[in-house]
């Protein structure tokens, strides 16, 4: 190879890792960082963390089985209502536990601690993606 091609190689490949590294720092320096925490708070929301991880494993199990049987070359219809009657109940139990766990923080928050918690976003997420890919939405 010459040495042309070589310089134009290298300089090709400098050209790319800045582009690189220069991606990546811009990334970092744009991500949304967390607005509070509270530490107050912590070991409570750790402890119904566990629960409410333990709900949503089990509620994924029962969905993934409720899968299963709608894929099974046999559908047995009977079986696949009372599994999905199954699901709902652990989806039901997950909610709720959820809504109780955020009831309960929030009786413990004063009022400024809980306008910002509860409102670290004010849009949902989806809607966010969606107008931002989309300037002409807004």
């Known amino acids: ?9 290298l300089i090709a490949s400098v050209v790319f ?4 590294v220069g991606f990546l720092l811009y990334r970092q320096a744009m991500k949304p960082h967390p607005p509070h925490h509270f530490p107050v708070h912590q070991e409570r929301m ?3 963390r566990m629960i409410i991880r333990n709900k949503f494993k089990q509620f994924g199990e029962t ?3 409720f ?3 709608l894929a099974h070359p046999e559908f047995n219809e009977d079986v696949v209502r009372d599994k999905l ?3 709902i109940i652990k989806q039901e139990d997950l ?3 959820i809504g109780e766990s955020l009831i309960e923080l929030r009786r413990e928050m004063t009022a400024k601690e809980a306008e910002t918690f509860f409102n670290r976003s004010k849009r949902p997420k989806t809607e966010q993606k ?3 890919r989309n300037p002409r939405r807004r």
Not at 1 to 9: A, D, G, Q, S, T
């Open 63 to 65: 969905k993934q089985e």
């Open 130 to 132: 969606t107008q931002d």
């Open 1 to 9: 190879m010459n040495n042309r091609i070589k310089n134009v190689l």
């Open 85 to 87: 009657e199954e699901v």
């Open 95 to 97: 909610e709720r536990s």
């Open 46 to 48: 750790s402890n119904n």
């Open 17 to 20: 890792n800045l582009t690189l």
């Open 67 to 69: 899968m299963k049987l």
